[in-house]
């Protein structure tokens, strides 16, 4: 039995929500002359009363928090609640962290949104029209001065600045010099490194060069590199924050700019049409950092002794009883590095399009106002790093020692026997990078275009579950490196030997998403947790340094992307094999019974 309704009803209901106003209700009567002929309209006049700009503004702006609400939220939860419930220790300065991390959810919702309509439209004219007005080198010369501007704007650098405060000068030298008198060389060599990766990613596309022999290419010698710090007692305790910078470069600022430039490119010279066009910037800009941090850490040494770092150290802290500027203490630092690290990425990308190119903006009120909210977000991204995110993560890895180790301070540690609680250290390590890679926004978009470049044999289900598994297991491994003092080199080669091998092995469009996996698992949430996490814990362990973490987050990965890429092809070769011999058998028993 069906219920009739009058169409006017239903026109009624679906209007229930709506207010129609008359046109001529919105424009002014028009001017008319002695005749009555219309001789002027003037323009639409509105006013939106603050309600009304409210309502409007609400599900836009929702969406937005929640999104980044989403993605933090739960990671913190898990580790309060670790710490309450297995760890039994309360959260110091909870409200500070608490507004802390408000702030990290309001910058990373302003720096987005103001990522896309400030920054982004700047990467979609140069890739679209510089090609055309420019000859190669200057087009190439351009895309690694962006790569060095485009790191020294990534949130998760400033994580990497903070981190030098926790290096004990006297323990580890040379970490201690990149991390503070050599920091900012120390991100200029990690963002040339990037436009060095921007360049060739982007000759890859333009060529059709294969990624294989480029990760080869790349790899040998940063092993060769990385084996040679670890036979130096003062190189080996830097060689963690070499491959961890890796992990650092390729957040929301580097991926989505320089992929737009070296795509545009190769789409200008007509060789846009593949899907791996776009793949091999992020693997690259994920290598060759590492052995740029390796090549400054070698030229440092070169320069000044253990000892003198040392002195001059010690120099530094006896002079910071003077009273600072309000510019170079908190909050005011934070502010100070958030516009530092937006605006000159902006001159420089206005220049390029107004001098070189003479282009002129489309929508230029908006796109101002994005590099507003951008500049806006990164400050209020920084204060939230310095009192919610990093504290948070920090206190955690202060503390999960105790569960299965004695730590000075607390009385009642180990909580756990040494077995239980090492376990539960590990536990908690896998569990924590496991819902961190799940969280991740631009994983979904990965497993989106995996399916669609492998047509339905690597599925997007079966991408997001191998990722997360890699991470959460190069996490675990990274805490028990820690946990059990392990070099790191003897983690890094055999890793990176098994990922070689897989990758002689593997199709390419599973190289080219694996490789790039690894860059998607490390957002402006992930590395300054983690990197916190890392640095509590080597703290309270007493550990030279909390360094090698972020690695083998991004080599786990790797590795699981392609042993799930091989089993999808065995799976779908063998499903082939049986279809076609099913097919054979049933026309055999059917030429037999026709006989």
């Not at 029209?129 to 949130?155: C, D, H």
């Not at 580097?254 to 049409?273: D, F």
């Not at 052995?291 to 070169?302: C, I, M, Q």
Request: proline residues 5%; aromatic residues 8%; glycine residues 12%.
């Amino acid at each position: 039995m069906r219920n009739q309704h009058r169409y006017v009803e239903f026109q009624r209901a679906a209007g229930a929500n709506r207010r129609e106003v008359s046109l001529h209700q919105l424009y002014p009567d028009p001017e008319r002359d002695e005749a009555g002929r219309v001789v002027c309209i003037r323009p639409m006049v509105t006013k939106i009363t603050p309600r009304e700009v409210l309502n409007l503004l609400r599900p836009y702006v929702s969406g937005r928090f929640m999104e980044q609400f989403n993605t933090l939220i739960p990671l913190a939860a898990y580790l309060v609640l670790f710490q309450i419930l297995i760890l039994r220790q309360l959260v110091e300065d909870s409200w500070m962290i608490a507004g802390g991390l408000l702030a990290v959810i309001l910058g990373l919702m302003f720096f987005m949104e103001g990522l896309k309509l400030g920054l982004m439209p700047f990467g979609t004219v140069m890739g679209a029209t510089l090609p055309r007005k420019s000859p190669l080198p200057v087009v190439l010369i351009i895309t690694l001065l962006l790569g060095v501007g485009v790191t020294f704007a990534e949130p998760a650098i400033s994580a990497l600045k903070a981190a030098g405060q926790n290096v004990g000068v006297e323990r580890a030298p040379y970490l201690y010099a990149l991390l503070n008198e050599w920091a900012g060389a120390l991100v200029l060599v990690v963002g040339a490194s990037v436009g060095l990766a921007a360049v060739i990613g982007t000759l890859r596309s333009l060529y059709g060069w294969s990624l294989k022999p480029l990760i080869f290419g790349s790899l040998i010698p940063i092993l060769g590199l990385s084996i040679y710090a670890a036979t130096d007692l003062e190189f080996n305790k830097a060689l963690g924050l070499a491959w961890d910078t890796g992990a650092v470069t390729t957040g929301p600022v580097t991926v989505p700019l320089v992929l737009s430039l070296g795509i545009g490119i190769a789409a200008a010279a007509g060789k846009g049409g593949s899907g791996l066009s776009g793949f091999g910037i992020v693997t690259l800009a994920s290598l060759f950092p590492i052995g740029g941090v390796l090549l400054l850490l070698f030229y440092v040494a070169s320069t000044v002794t253990p000892a003198e770092i040392i002195a001059a150290a010690a120099g530094h802290t006896a002079t910071q009883g003077a009273e600072l500027s309000w510019f170079e203490t908190s909050p005011g630092l934070e502010i100070v590095l958030g516009i530092r690290a937006i605006l000159p990425l902006v001159v420089f990308l206005f220049l390029v399009l107004k001098v070189m190119l003479k282009e002129t903006l489309q929508r230029r009120s908006e796109i101002f106002l994005g590099i507003g909210l951008t500049i806006i977000g990164m400050c209020i991204f920084n204060l939230g790093l310095t009192y919610g995110l990093s504290k948070l993560g920090g206190s955690a890895g202060g503390l999960v020692p105790i569960a299965f180790m004695t730590v000075e301070g607390f009385a009642n540690s180990p909580i756990y026997l040494y077995s239980v609680g090492l376990t539960l250290a590990l536990v908690f390590a896998w569990v924590l990078g496991y819902g961190a890679t799940v969280a991740e926004p631009a994983l979904n978009a990965l497993g989106i275009t995996a399916e669609q470049l492998t047509n339905g044999v690597f599925r997007k289900r079966t991408l997001i579950m191998a990722v997360s598994v890699g991470v959460a297991f190069g996490i675990a491994i990274g805490l028990a490196k820690l946990i059990f003092d392990l070099p790191l080199i003897w983690l890094i080669v055999p890793s990176y030997v098994a990922a070689a091998l897989l990758t002689l092995f593997s199709t390419e469009e599973s190289v080219n998403i694996a490789w790039d996996s690894a860059g998607v698992t490390t957002g402006p949430i992930t590395v300054p947790l983690v990197l916190a996490l890392g640095l509590g814990f080597g703290s309270a362990t007493n550990a030279v340094e909390g360094f090698g973490i972020l690695s083998m987050a991004s080599i786990g990965p790797i590795i699981t992307v392609m042993i799930s890429g091989l089993w999808s092809r065995y799976r779908a070769q063998a499903e082939v094999h049986a279809a076609l011999k099913g097919g054979r058998v049933s026309g055999i028993a059917a030429a037999e019974g026709v006989v």
